[in-house]
């Protein structure tokens, strides 16, 4: 599972061919032992546990990126490598 991005101890990750669990795009994050699925669509939290202001870290990137992380979840769906996206700065 590629790395999309790192930004304040948060990992984001995309998994190839990840499209039947959840049923809509998503991304899997992780910082420290918690570990969380977001939409890419409206940054709601799918499963997992995470702390809520790490939550809002990631939510505020999903919406910086949501463009480039739909482009991915495409790349990532038909097993094609995916791309790199800035951390939150």
Do not use: C
Not at 4 to 18: K, N, P, Q, T
Not at 77 to 83: A, D, I, L, R
């Amino acid at each position: 599972m590629p790395i999309l991005s790192m930004f304040y101890g948060i990992i984001v990750r995309m998994y190839y061919a990840d499209n039947k669990q959840h049923h809509v795009p998503h991304i899997h994050v992780e910082h420290g032992s918690d570990k969380a699925v977001f939409s890419i669509a409206d940054g709601k939290l799918l499963a997992g546990v995470f702390s809520k202001n790490k939550t809002h870290l990631v939510q505020a990137w999903i919406e910086i990126h949501r463009e480039e992380l739909n482009a991915n979840w495409q790349l990532a769906v038909n097993g094609e490598e995916v791309f790199k996206i800035d951390p939150l700065k």
